[in-house]
């Protein structure tokens, strides 16, 4: 069985030190916020709608993201 992964980061530090990500999405681009999940884990978070073409008609998408920092939910507090 492969080692767990240990998440290089503390808890603190990530908020005090994560940014906002932007993220481009067939050409619009958005911000994924720096997010504490409720599981313990952090990383980022996004939830938006946009539009997209198909053949010449405007779909409307939800986009739903999560990001999470892999080991982040044993990571030092």
Excluded: H
């Excluded at 530090?13 to 932007?22: G, S, T």
């Excluded at 409720?38 to 008609?57: C, E, H, P, R």
């Amino acid at each position: 069985m492969p080692a767990k992964t240990t998440c290089p980061i503390t808890l603190p530090k990530f908020l005090e030190k994560a940014e906002p990500l932007k993220i481009s999405i067939n050409g619009q681009d958005m911000l994924a916020e720096v997010k504490q999940f409720s599981t313990g884990s952090f990383g980022w978070y996004m939830n938006a709608k946009t539009l997209v073409q198909i053949d010449g008609k405007a779909v409307s998408v939800q986009i739903g993201m999560n990001m999470i920092i892999v080991g982040s939910k044993d990571a030092e507090r």
